[in-house]
């Protein structure tokens, strides 16, 4: 029983983090070792999908420009497990890995046409993070404000005085801003949607049993 309540844990909070942290770190490895063949093919590139290569609005967030960028994703995302991961279900999880990703690469496609190419979770994780800190006030958890204006305010600098120095150096790349931002949009959008339709299940449920 404890193995297999272990097991189903598991395959709740940790198993698709891990999937999506192997995903980037074996195309990373194996996109050096091809000599960029796999990227060629993947990463989001805005011409390639205006001729239809769709799958690149998804598969372009498990790349990244070195390792310095992958490891600097890898850490948000044990970061944010650490805050909210008692939050993550598989289900809800996944709605918000592909949610987040679409949602950053249409934003971008459509918002900021003159970046023509973009690699890394970051985006995605932006989403991550607003949606974890919407759940921790939904949970009456008061750091989920703090949480919440900080990465509104992060976003905020960004679009204003632009990314970090240091971080455009250390990832040898410009930083991606507009996908910070729509990323977050649409980490807010799907949060806001999970607080709302999980309130309407509760006063659903609860007249039933009122009327039982």
């Known amino acids: 029983m404890l193995k297999r309540a272990l097991f189903a844990d598991f395959k709740q909070t940790l198993l698709l983090p891990l999937a999506v942290a192997l995903l980037a ?3 990373y490895f194996l996109d050096n070792f091809v000599n960029g063949a796999l990227s060629d093919l993947l990463v989001y590139h805005s ?8 799958w690149r609005l998804i598969s372009g967030h498990f790349f990244h420009t070195n390792g310095y960028h992958l490891l600097l994703n890898l850490g948000a995302m044990t970061l944010l497990f ?3 991961g008692r939050y993550y279900r598989f289900g809800a999880y996944l709605m918000l890995f592909l949610l987040s990703a679409l949602g950053t690469s249409i934003g971008i496609y459509y918002f900021a046409p003159e970046l023509k190419q973009y ?3 970051s985006g995605v994780l932006h989403g991550v993070f607003i949606w974890g800190a919407l759940m921790d006030i ?3 958890d008061k750091t989920g404000y703090l949480l919440l204006l900080g990465i509104c305010l992060k976003v905020a600098h960004e679009q204003l005085y632009g990314a970090s120095e240091e971080v455009i ?3 040898d790349a410009n930083v991606a801003i507009d996908a910070h931002l729509w990323g977050a949009i649409s980490g807010l959008i799907f949060g806001l949607y999970s607080w709302f339709s999980q309130n309407n299940k509760a006063k659903i449920q609860g007249q039933i049993k009122g009327n039982n």
């Open 25 to 27: 770190v074996v195309g």
């Open 47 to 54: 011409s390639a999908i205006g001729q239809g290569e769709l």
């Open 82 to 84: 650490g805050l909210h």
């Open 119 to 121: 690699v890394g979770l």
């Open 138 to 140: 939904k949970h009456q």
């Open 169 to 171: 150096n250390l990832i």
